[in-house]
């Protein structure tokens, strides 16, 4: 098993740039959930999905965008890249989001210039 | 809404112990314990549901008072492998969000 991945691991965007981060798991598990990282700030939740079709939004979700067409895949969008949205992304994906562990992607590593 | 952690950083020799808290003005459903290293993904330390239980892992521990909301991560006769940032994330009863807190940088000295 190659456990959640994510890629591009490093981007460097322009403002008003858009983009797509990729993450994808191959566990079979139903929730994901896309989280960024700034210093101080801990983890914040962005946007996250219970299952093929079903996504509904984090903390602080404005600026993307996300779909869940298949089990595996949970592409988050960025439609106009900001300065703000500077940031070190981490997917996550589970069988449920209150009773196990959660297992994270490596990250991506965005930069907006 | 984030978790309290408390405190933000803590500074330890090797072998001293050392306790991070969690805390939320809501009802809470499970608690869950990650531990990040610089620069790495975070890793899965334990989860606790409602009801008051402890759980433990070899040195490090925690509890969870659900009438109190709020939880404590025990790390025991501390090794420099448990220096990181530990976060706390907490669920709620007719939610799926995981939400977690701005962490507790703990730093492990020879």
């Known amino acids: 098993n190659a456990g959640v991945t994510q890629t591009p691991k490093f981007q460097v965007l322009k403002t008003g740039q858009s983009m797509t981060l990729q993450c994808a798991q191959d566990?079979?598990?139903?929730?994901m959930s896309w989280y960024r990282q700034d210093p101080g700030m801990g983890l914040r939740l962005i946007h996250y999905?219970?299952?093929?079709?079903?996504?509904d939004q984090g903390e602080v979700p404005n600026g993307y965008n996300v779909s869940r067409s298949t089990t595996e895949d949970f592409p988050l969008r960025l439609l106009s890249a900001a300065p703000s949205q500077t940031s070190v992304y981490f997917c996550?994906?589970?069988?449920?989001?209150?009773?196990?562990?959660?297992?994270f992607g490596p990250g991506t590593r965005l930069t907006v210039t | 809404q984030q978790p309290v952690q408390s405190p933000q950083a803590v500074i330890l020799r090797e072998g001293e112990d050392a306790v991070i808290n969690c805390s939320s003005s809501k009802a809470l459903y499970s608690v869950h314990w990650y531990r990040q290293k610089h620069g790495e993904a975070p890793v899965f330390l334990m989860i606790l549901l409602k009801g008051g239980e402890q759980k433990g892992h070899e040195k490090i521990s925690a509890s969870f008072n659900e009438k109190k909301q709020q939880s404590s991560l025990y790390l025991t006769a501390s090794q420099l492998s448990y220096s990181g940032t530990y976060f706390c994330?907490?669920?709620?009863?007719?939610?799926?969000?995981?939400?977690f807190g701005k962490g507790t940088k703990l730093t492990v000295n020879p």
């Open positions: 994330g907490l669920t709620q009863g007719g939610s799926e969000k995981l939400v």
């Open positions: 999905s219970v299952g093929a079709g079903i996504t």
């Open positions: 996550a994906s589970s069988y449920t989001v209150k009773r196990v562990e959660q297992y």
């Open positions: 566990m079979n598990h139903e929730y």
